[in-house]
């Protein structure tokens, strides 16, 4: 699932590209550190020294991992908080046709009252960049490059889905997305809400005319042709990039009022 990654090249500390994939560190202090996009998939710690970590791995919710700390596998605690948070989040994994069409209303609902937050803010709240993250602005145009993808290009197949004012992730380029139909100029708020909502009305007109049936068809994957996938995976996709950027936001306008 690429593209939930959010950060800006240059804020970004760059220690080199070494593959450490089954090494063993002893008594090394990473404190304050910030390991972005790292795969620390089936890492092992022992003795180690935790305190005041903040741990961000949207993929750690796919239903299938885990995450042990002091032998007790936390996943489930931190589901059911995200929950507790964003209720209606849970519908993103809905399995018929009514449900996704309830969670999508649900999303549209939760983003029209973000919006209208990030609004009353101080001017340029939507442009401010928390900790070297992608602003509020960048993160509806990053949802708009979502939807133009599993929507446009995967579920609907269209040969050119993508806005110019789309934002790709970081290393979308090396999964052979065409770079060079974006933008490099950065658009107004004005024609960034116009460009997002243009998107939530072609999610909304996609499930409108759902059918159980369609659920299943295949389909085939946007960087492995070779990977079949479902339209209800790539639905699930969709939803999951809007869930997770919803937290993502709202946490980053919580710091930013916080510092106010």
Request: one cysteine or more.
């Amino acid at each position: 699932m690429h593209g939930i990654p959010r950060w800006h090249p240059d804020g970004m500390a760059t220690l080199g590209s070494d593959d450490l994939r089954g090494a063993r560190l002893v008594g090394v202090d990473l404190s304050g550190a910030r390991l972005v996009e790292v795969d620390l998939s089936r890492v092992v710690v022992r003795g180690g020294d935790l305190a005041d970590a903040d741990l961000d791995a949207p993929w750690l919710l796919d239903g299938r991992s885990t995450l042990l700390v002091n032998g007790v596998d936390v996943v489930p605690y931190v589901e059911a908080e995200l929950t507790r948070r964003f209720p209606e989040r849970a519908g993103r994994r809905a399995e018929d046709p009514d449900g996704l069409r309830e969670c999508w209303a649900a999303l549209e609902r939760t983003w029209a009252a973000t919006v209208e937050r990030a609004e009353a803010m101080p001017a340029g709240t939507v442009d401010v960049s928390v900790d070297g993250e992608w602003s509020f602005a960048e993160t509806l145009r990053h949802l708009v490059l979502a939807t133009d993808l599993w929507l446009g290009k995967v579920v609907q197949g269209r040969e050119q889905p993508f806005s110019p004012l789309g934002l790709a992730f970081l290393d979308a380029g090396e999964h052979g997305m065409d770079l060079s139909v974006f933008t490099d100029a950065t658009p107004s708020w004005t024609e960034v809400l116009e460009v997002r909502a243009d998107r939530l009305a072609m999610v909304r007109d996609h499930l409108a005319g759902l059918r159980a049936e369609d659920l299943d068809a295949p389909r085939a994957g946007p960087w492995d042709p070779q990977r079949t996938l479902t339209v209800l995976g790539c639905l699930h996709t969709v939803l999951t990039e809007e869930w997770e950027h919803l937290r993502f936001a709202v946490r980053d306008l919580d710091a930013i009022a916080a510092r106010a």
